[in-house]
């Protein structure tokens, strides 16, 4: 199972709208809607962010949704603030019931 | 508090085992799927294996079929992760999380334990 493809890094300043995507197959992203993201500040354990796509767990504000379109899912983060740099990963439940992680998105707030 | 708190990690040389342990607590355990996710420092994420609440029922990632055991003990509200024919690649933080009562995601981890494979 290949890893879902992430851009390696995004930025923005605070205040503004970062998105980053998380590119998969029609045997993981592409056939469930069961797609999560994770914030990971170094050296710290990652943090679920949305799950089932566009799901907050408690807590998690509301700058941060989940969505997807065929094989790519996306999270974005309104309204950008300086706590929010640190790497993201998305994961999506596969056809061969495991699970797959992204190669990971290192957010800088500028 | 919902916590979850693995041990066991170390070094060891290639071909070796390793028994990895994940005390839960503040929750039912026995109602939750539970996973290992592992991490080459500086490095992403990796799925390893999870189970069921019941104990019934196990899935696993390619590059450890066969070498890992995930079980659990719901009685001492603990899961594990047997280890064996280690090999330099296996070497991680291994994290254990808990799935999502009712959807696709894992909603607490553990702190994580470093497992280093080397002569």
């Known amino acids: 199972q290949s890893a879902l493809t992430q851009p390696p890094s995004v930025s923005g300043s605070p205040g503004q709208s970062v998105t980053i995507s998380c590119t998969g197959t029609s045997s993981d992203v592409g056939s469930y809607n069961r797609v999560s993201w994770y914030q990971q500040p170094p050296g710290t354990a990652p943090k679920l962010m949305t799950y089932?796509?566009?799901n907050r767990p408690s807590g998690v504000p509301d700058r941060f949704s989940g969505s997807k379109s065929g094989n790519t899912a996306s999270l974005t983060i309104s309204g950008l603030q300086a706590e929010d740099e640190a790497d993201y990963y998305c994961s999506s439940h596969t056809t061969s019931s495991t699970y797959v992680f992204g190669t990971g998105t290192k957010v800088t707030v500028l | 508090e919902v916590q979850l708190m693995e041990s066991g990690g170390g070094l060891v040389q290639p071909g070796g085992s390793l028994r990895l342990s994940c005390a839960a607590s503040g929750f039912t355990f026995n109602t939750y799927w539970m996973h290992w996710v592992r991490q080459v420092p500086g490095k992403g994420l990796l799925w390893v294996s999870r189970?069921?609440?019941?104990?019934?029922?196990?899935d696993y990632a390619d590059s450890v079929k066969g070498r890992f055991t995930i079980s659990r003990d719901n009685a001492k509200n603990t899961l594990y992760l047997q280890m064996n024919s280690l090999r330099g690649e296996d070497t991680a933080v291994y994290y254990c999380?808990?799935?999502?009562?009712?959807?696709?995601?894992?909603?607490?981890w553990g702190q994580g334990t470093m497992v280093t494979v080397s002569s």
């Open positions: 999380a808990r799935g999502h009562v009712t959807g696709y995601g894992f909603d607490i």
């Open positions: 189970l069921n609440g019941g104990g019934s029922r196990t």
């Open positions: 089932d796509v566009s």
